[in-house]
């Protein structure tokens, strides 16, 4: 069985564009969360989404958005980037999303 | 507030010592929690979750809701043990709250 697939896995970005980064979980998964790791704040969780709809959210300004399609893949968007939002992003995913989470390998974002 | 302290950055044994990697959670409730693994050039794996009871690798884990603790053990560590472990505290909603992560490393 494939596991969790995000793209891109760099990303070099200039402050003040926006980025958008994919997710794709295991086959049969319906919950997706993001986490947000950086050395400082460790992991720190985004938003999940089940079945479409986003069923919680972390303490993250709106400029960090998320969305889920009907195949439980899943994007996250980030708008007018600052440095602070040089990270490693992290997506995973589960059946229930009750605490058992797969995850992907992440996607390093570094804005300049 | 809910919060997960991990209090060591860095944990260093001889292989073949006993290990205990340290947990305190704050919540109010009936917490569910979990370990997960990051070994090199690895991605985050689940290790174990308190309601299974499991032995996986040889680790174990207890809750103490007394102490508010979920600690780590394994009673002879080995070398490809060398990893981050993080323990977690599942909110809802799909939200796993994170320690900051304590560095095992294990010498020959």
């Known amino acids: 069985k494939a596991g969790v697939t995000q793209t891109p896995r760099y990303l070099i970005k200039t402050r003040g564009q926006q980025v958008t980064l994919s997710c794709s979980p295991i086959s049969g998964h319906r919950s997706v969360s993001w986490y947000q790791q950086t050395p400082g704040q460790g992991l720190q969780f985004l938003f999940e989404y089940f079945s479409e709809t986003q069923r919680n959210k972390g303490n993250f300004p709106g400029r960090f958005s998320g969305r889920q399609f009907s195949n439980s893949r899943s994007e996250m968007n980030v708008s007018t980037l600052e440095l602070g939002d040089s990270a490693l992003y992290l997506c995973?995913?589960?059946?229930?999303?009750?605490?058992?989470?797969?995850f992907g390998q992440g996607t390093r974002l570094t804005v300049v | 507030a809910q919060r997960v302290t991990q209090p060591e950055k860095l944990l260093s044994v001889f292989k073949g010592a006993p290990v205990e990697l340290k947990c305190n959670y704050s919540?109010?409730?009936?917490?569910?929690l979990f370990w997960y693994v990051q070994y090199s050039r690895q991605r985050l794996q689940l290790l174990l979750r308190h309601i299974s009871r499991e032995s996986i690798k040889g680790f174990t884990a207890d809750l103490n809701k007394g102490e508010t603790s979920f600690h780590l053990k394994k009673p002879f560590a080995q070398e490809e043990d060398s990893a981050m472990y993080y323990c977690a505290l599942y909110n809802q909603g799909g939200k796993l709250i994170f320690g900051q992560g304590t560095e095992l490393s294990v010498k020959p």
């Open positions: 995973a995913s589960g059946f229930t999303g009750e605490g058992e989470a797969f």
């Open positions: 919540y109010s409730g009936s917490p569910e």
